[in-house]
């Protein structure tokens, strides 16, 4: 049977005012654009949306991962799009596109990719995930809580195709390798490593009993790959739901809790990551609170049915609330940490140049 691939591919092109929103005139470029690909058959089907300044292309195609075809029809897409958003002086024009020319793949030239590939199930249910203002990282406590805490995952103990449980793949995106851990029986392993955000991310969750994706997470980030800060990551990801799988519930729980993350304003803040619909993934307040949208799908023979906003349940109104309320205190810290990152986290910051210049003014105690 031929497998089907669901490839989300984002980047920040251009917004307005500031990293507010993506405009559409920007979308209507990237629809024509993704309209005429499916045409051409280059893919089967598409959604397009955005979070914050961030556009994603969330398109199903049979050429597997890493595809250049496809690679190559996103990066045009945005090409075009940073025209567009270049020709209306948008702010951040061409942000994410740190190469000059199409290279076989967008990786490692400024879009944020995370794909999969497998056998349709008689159902298929998966959710798509895309944040705005936060880093790679902020999904290793999700990830963690959906395929590893039975007490977010009642399948983890009640399934018995979930029960033996799940292998993670953690990179170190400091020393670009990686490694893979099982759970149950690893669990404190891994705890110990995804816990260090600055370091380690879950990059993609397997089913052990079978070695079936579950999910995958784009671990991209821009500043490694431009040398310098030109941007928050904004990462995206997909899981897939139901029937040896965590339930879609399952996979929602974790994002009740608005766990802190780092990003907010000039990437340099911890904050809140707030789950919200797709209409309210527009960044406001200090470039923040750092916002995440869920999208829900049925893959039916290489195509998309859907998708269900699934943010914009009210049950989420609380998490929204905590999410203000942490912001509120959060911010009350200024230039102090725990609010603003840590010296070695900070994706750039004038303190070298201010303790070089006053390093005369240093004394022994």
């Not at 005429?36 to 949306?49: C, H, P, S, W």
């Not at 974790?254 to 990003?263: D, K």
């Not at 209409?279 to 609170?289: S, T, Y």
């Amino acid at each position: 049977m031929t497998k089907t691939t669901i490839s989300v591919i984002k980047a920040d092109v251009g917004s307005l005012p500031g990293h507010i929103e993506a405009p559409e005139q920007l979308i209507q470029v990237c629809d024509e654009h993704l309209n005429k690909a499916v045409e051409d058959g280059i893919i089967n089907d598409y959604y397009l949306t955005r979070c914050g300044d961030d556009i994603e292309f969330i398109m199903t195609h049979f050429k597997g991962v890493d595809n250049k075809e496809v690679h190559k029809l996103a990066w045009d897409g945005f090409k075009k799009a940073a025209d567009k958003a270049k020709e209306l002086k948008l702010y951040g024009a061409g942000q994410d596109l740190l190469k000059d020319s199409f290279s076989g793949n967008v990786k490692g030239m400024g879009p944020g990719v995370a794909e999969m590939e497998f056998e349709e199930r008689g159902s298929d249910p998966i959710i798509v995930f895309c944040a705005d203002k936060t880093e790679p990282a902020a999904f290793n406590l999700p990830m963690y809580k959906i395929f590893a805490d039975a007490f977010n995952t009642a399948g983890l103990v009640i399934d018995p195709n979930c029960h033996e449980g799940f292998t993670f793949e953690v990179h170190d995106i400091k020393k670009g390798k990686k490694i893979m851990i099982n759970t149950p029986e690893e669990v404190y392993d891994l705890l110990s490593l995804i816990g260090t955000t600055p370091t380690y991310v879950v990059k993609r969750v397997f089913r052990k009993s079978d070695k079936e994706i579950a999910a995958v997470v784009c671990t991209e980030k821009l500043s490694h790959i431009a040398g310098k800060y030109v941007g928050k990551d904004d990462p995206v990801a997909i899981v897939r739901c139901q029937s040896g799988f965590p339930a879609v519930g399952e996979v929602l729980e974790p994002f009740t809790f608005p766990h802190l993350v780092a990003g907010f304003m000039r990437g340099s803040h911890r904050g809140p990551l707030m789950p919200v619909s797709e209409a309210d993934a527009v960044i406001g307040r200090f470039d923040g609170p750092p916002r995440i949208i869920a999208l829900g799908f049925q893959v039916c023979n290489g195509k998309l049915v859907g998708p269900k906003d699934l943010f914009a349940d009210i049950s989420f109104d609380n998490a929204r609330q905590k999410a203000n309320d942490i912001s509120d205190y959060m911010r009350r810290h200024g230039p102090f940490e725990p609010h603003r990152l840590s010296a070695e986290e900070l994706e750039y910051s004038t303190l070298p140049d201010i303790v070089e210049k006053m390093k005369d003014r240093f004394k022994d105690i």
